[in-house]
């Protein structure tokens, strides 16, 4: 009972802290990933974002006021990502939220910003269910979802001869929902394949060796694969030594963004055909100049997160700027519809779902000169692999 | 037929790392009952160690010895925690140990992405054994031969460093009976380093050996951490063949337990655990552990209720507390309520630890119990908050009762485990029962009626409700029961020999702690309007276990004390910094060193030591206390 005395004056004392008011000349944007847990990909993201800032100062801020983004880490859990989203509504008063990587953080932090009616624009999180069966008139997705990206797969998945397929997808709804949105499109258009083994390994935790042994021994055809980070450098290692992938075609989510292609050096499997970010290969003039922007600054390659960052805060400013208001119903008006530049070339928040059509590159894995390479890449637009607007309104709640 | 073979030596690969791990483990706990959380964290920086050390120096003898310098190195760096950190902490409250590891190893994790970087590494694959052999058709990798080769050299090693050197008699002669040893002058100082420098040894070296196959991270630690825990249990504490034996046991069942049922990895070692500890309370090897020689009785100042003066301090400062919502904003009053939930869970794994000598490494599992139940209530019934917050926790309170029914026929680290079992078989049916719990995207829109729903509201429901958890449970603990309960710990033989039902009363102490536990996660669950497997998640467990042992295990008011510094604390790291797992492990273990006994703990000591001072109270009694220290 004690404790309470030490508690009250603790309290205070972060009360103090957080209670620095607001400069009228300046626009907050808040802003939470997952910055300890995933360096990996949150280290470029922040380049990306920071990059944006000062693009968007330089240029004279959003309309007048200069721009702000206060970032906090959510560590990986979504209770810690709603404690970080309740200091930057309620203590620093910021106009939006903006990020997340994970899905269930991601989810969390849509349901806050629902409650709360906080405008918030998930950067990451590839659930489905955020823009869809969880959406909400508050929240609207950067990246391309889990759907849009299998429906991109698929495309070029559908063309190979191959009928016995095998899955390997980590044991959590990330890995679930890619596999049985793949199956799904996939069984739609080649009624004639069959799925002859599913592997799930416990996300970060893959036994490698009996997962590649289990897979060869169904003998598929061909194998999808959704593993990503450290399990698929071990699923790569364990397929390459078992010649798991020989004679097999292997379709991969994400696997060619430089995050998860880059640390497979010269084990990298040629001839997946995988969804990424070839950095070295983009040459449109939006892209050159962002790569050489980025470049400049950081002395170092953008990876997909860097993107993501930078496209995140772009697109955020160029709402605030639209609706010239921090109000979330305006912001809201003026997101719905809204068509932004982007260094994949221009991208459209849908109204209907409040996605954007930001797509992703396709193409196949290579090996040069001991690098993992994105080869024969073609840029598939958002717009194109979402489903009809009437099977989305089945699926989203009535606002 | 040739794919069950390759099958088979596939699964005795990955258990020869396991077992290297776990052995090192093993003796560490034998010989010093420490139970290294930061075991993962020295196989992480085995890893590292070797990776940068292989990179450098090229050809066969660059790799491997390598290899082997990267251990050594890591077990030189073992050596210095060992001598620096927890000489010092050796005479603290059991578990204490847990608590400097635990800082460690939140240290370790931000330590290593500064100096490595944040990007997964590639090591170079082992020369000469970069390919696979056929074995009729099937591949086996030939690392994966070697690996198989050398977990039993290893353990022929140490049977023979164990069976055949004089240090290898008085290590088990210390993990049979440590005070008995210390009797007959062996000097346990250097027992117990070189002891702490073989097992980090080990760790390294399983580290080490992982880079040729595996992807050097930053995570690597907690992936190998429990599941090396739940190796050792399962062997038998201190049992080396046990380890060894276990790890196969766990590596062949999860290789062909994928091939029947894919989903399977994520939960089979907790079940083989639960089965095993539930069958042999022991493990496969383990002896029973002889009875406690020491009287914790006598090792702590006896528990009192507060004076009349203590009591109107405690009022004051709830007073205070309730009026922060005069003066602070809502994130400052939403912050309190968390620190509110926490300390709710705080008292009621501390009933269970200190009151009643039962430390749960799953209390999160009740926890999330009564978020759920909570969920489901208001989700899926539409029951009004008040109602939800009182029927959420009867979910914890079943989970207790099942659960505890079972781990009360268990004591010390093996109680602790089987908890853990029980808990992460409770997560993963949250996790993988997609229909109902909505699997890891959780229960959303869980937020509490109009009346609880404004920050300044919900902080005093939370206050209200931890200030009489506090009070009920206080009034239990000087209650006969608690003095029973209490009996029960310091010895249940005695307390047996007089008619008390030891386990009848450590599992109503069990469901008593489950169900409060339950009412934190039911607070938990509308102060966040959302419900995650997370919430019943192992970081949580050792979360209430850090706040508990900080604020002084051997104390009746430390978890109070505990979640508040803990919490805040961390909600303030998190928010100010990204590197608050380095800042916060590093103030986790100064704690350690400045409070050994927590921090109420330690308070209570000094103030102790100037009324005895002052009134020169009975030197007999002091002197006891002394010895039994």
């Known amino acids: ?399 | 037929m040739a794919f069950y073979v390759a099958q088979f030596l596939t699964g005795l690969a990955s258990a020869a790392s396991l077992f290297l791990v776990a052995s090192g483990l093993s003796i560490i706990f034998g010989v010093t009952r420490i139970v290294n959380f930061a075991h993962g964290a020295f196989y992480m920086l085995g890893a590292y160690a070797a990776f940068t050390l292989t990179e450098r120096f090229s050809g066969a003898l660059g790799f491997w010895g390598g290899i082997v310098a990267a251990a050594l190195i890591i077990a030189a760096v073992g050596v210095l925690v060992e001598m620096v950190l927890l000489r010092r902490i050796y005479h603290s409250p059991e578990l204490f140990q847990l608590l400097a590891t635990f800082g460690l190893t939140l240290m370790v994790e931000d330590v290593v992405v500064l100096i490595w970087g944040p990007d997964d590494l590639l090591g170079r694959r082992a020369p000469g054994f970069k390919g696979a052999v056929d074995f009729f058709g099937q591949s086996i990798p030939s690392y994966d031969l070697f690996l198989i080769v050398l977990g039993p050299v290893v353990l022929g090693v140490l049977w023979l460093l164990f069976q055949r050197t004089r240090w290898g008699i008085l290590v088990r002669a210390a993990t049979q009976d440590r005070d008995m040893v210390a009797a007959l002058g062996v000097n346990q100082k250097w027992l117990f380093t070189s002891v702490f420098a073989l097992g980090v040894f080990l760790a390294a070296l399983g580290g080490a050996l992982q880079i040729p196959r595996d992807a050097v991270n930053h995570a690597m630690d907690l992936r190998v951490i429990v599941e090396v825990f739940v190796v050792v249990v399962i062997g038998g504490l201190g049992s080396i063949i046990g380890a060894f034996v276990a790890a196969v046991l766990v590596s062949e069942l999860n290789a062909f337990g994928i091939l029947i049922f894919p989903k399977i990895s994520i939960i089979l070692v907790f079940l083989v655990m639960a089965v095993v500890l539930i069958v042999r309370p022991w493990g496969l090897f383990g002896r029973p552990e002889a009875p406690a020689r020491r009287t914790p009785g006598l090792t702590v100042n006896p528990w009192r209720p507060l004076t009349t003066n203590e009591r109107l301090v405690a009022l004051a400062a709830l007073a205070v507390a309730a009026a922060l919502p005069l003066v602070a904003g809502n994130y400052v009053l939403t912050v309190g309520s968390e620190i509110a939930v926490f300390v709710i869970f705080a008292v009621s794994l501390h009933f269970l630890m200190s009151v009643g000598g039962l430390a749960s490494f799953g209390h999160a599992a009740y926890f999330g119990l009564g978020a759920y139940g909570v969920a489901f209530l208001a989700k899926l019934a539409g029951l009004p908050t008040i109602v939800s917050l009182l029927l959420g926790p009867m979910l914890g309170l079943l989970g207790a009762a099942v659960f505890g029914f079972f781990a009360v026929q268990l004591s010390g680290v093996y109680f602790a485990m089987l908890t853990l079992a029980f808990a992460q078989i409770v997560w993963s049916i949250a996790f993988q029962w997609v229909s109902v719990t909505g699997g890891d995207n959780g229960i959303l829109g869980v937020w509490p009626d109009k009346w609880a729903a404004t920050p300044s509201h919900f902080y005093w429901l939370s206050l209200g409700v931890a200030a009489l958890v506090v009070v009920i449970l206080r009034v239990i603990v000087f209650s006969p029961f608690g003095f029973g309960l209490r009996a029960t710990r310091d010895s249940p033989l005695r307390s047996e020999a007089i008619g008390i039902n030891v386990k009848r009363i450590q599992w109503t102490a069990f469901v008593i702690a489950g169900t409060v536990a339950g009412l934190a996660g039911a607070l938990f669950a509308y102060l966040k309007g959302s419900v995650f497997p997370d919430n019943m998640g192992i970081s949580l467990s050792v979360d209430a276990l850090v706040m508990v042992l900080l604020g002084g295990v051997e104390t009746v008011s430390g978890p109070v004390i505990g979640a508040i510094v803990y919490k805040a604390l961390n909600i303030w790291l998190v928010s100010q910094t990204d590197l608050s797992k380095l800042v916060l492990g590093a103030f986790v273990v100064l704690i350690v060193v400045a409070f050994p006994k927590g921090i109420v703990g330690t308070l209570e000591a000094i103030m102790q030591r100037g009324r005895k001072s002052a009134s020169s109270a009975s030197p007999l009694l002091t002197s006891r206390i002394e010895t039994a220290e």
């Open chain 1, 1 to 399: 009972m004690r404790g309470y005395f030490a508690g009250a004056g603790l309290m205070v004392a972060v009360a103090t802290v957080a209670g620095s008011a607001m400069a009228q000349s300046v626009i907050k944007i808040g802003e939470i990933n997952s910055y300890s847990l995933l360096p990996a990909f949150t280290e470029p993201y922040r380049k990306g974002w920071q990059l944006a800032v000062e693009e968007i100062n330089a240029a004279g801020g959003i309309n007048g006021k200069k721009l702000v983004v206060i970032s906090k880490d959510d560590g990986g859990k979504p209770a810690d990502a709603q404690t970080a989203a309740n200091e930057l509504v309620s203590s620093e008063n910021v106009a939006m939220l903006a990020g997340t990587f994970l899905s269930n953080i991601g989810l969390a932090v849509s349901d806050f910003a629902n409650q709360k009616k906080v405008f918030f624009l998930a950067a990451e999180p590839l659930t489905d269910a955020i823009t869809w069966s969880k959406g909400n008139r508050y929240t609207f997705r950067l990246r391309p979802s889990n759907y849009m990206q299998a429906a991109m797969l698929v495309e070029e998945a559908a063309k190979l001869p191959a009928k016995r397929w095998a899955t390997i997808a980590p044991n959590y709804e990330y890995g679930q929902s890619a596999v049985s949105v793949f199956k799904k499109l996939m069984s739609e258009k080649r009624p004639d394949i069959q799925w002859v083994d599913e592997q799930w390994p416990p996300q970060g935790k893959i036994d490698a060796g009996p997962v590649v042994q289990a897979v060869a021994a169904a003998n598929p055809e061909a194998i999808l694969n959704v593993t990503f980070g450290a399990d698929l450098v071990k699923l790569v290692r364990e397929g390459n030594t078992r010649g798991l992938f020989k004679d097999r075609k292997v379709v991969s989510f994400l696997t060619g963004e430089p995050e998860y292609l880059d640390p497979l050096k010269d084990e990298t499997p040629e001839g997946w055909i995988v969804t990424g970010y070839p950095w070295y290969s983009i040459k449109t003039p939006e892209h050159e100049a962002f790569l050489k922007a980025y470049q400049a600054k950081y002395n170092d390659y953008p990876r997909l997160g860097s993107i993501v960052g930078y496209q995140t805060i772009k697109s955020a400013a160029a709402i605030l700027a639209k609706a010239n208001s921090t109000d979330p119903e305006k912001l809201i008006a003026a997101t719905e519809g809204l068509s932004v530049p982007s260094p994949f070339g221009e991208i459209t928040f849908r109204k209907i779902d409040h996605q954007s059509t930001l797509g992703a590159f396709v193409g196949k894995t290579a090996l040069k000169a001991g690098k993992g390479l994105m080869v024969d890449s073609v840029y598939r637009r958002g717009s194109d692999y979402l489903p009809s607007d009437a099977e989305i309104e089945k699926m989203r709640p009535k606002d």
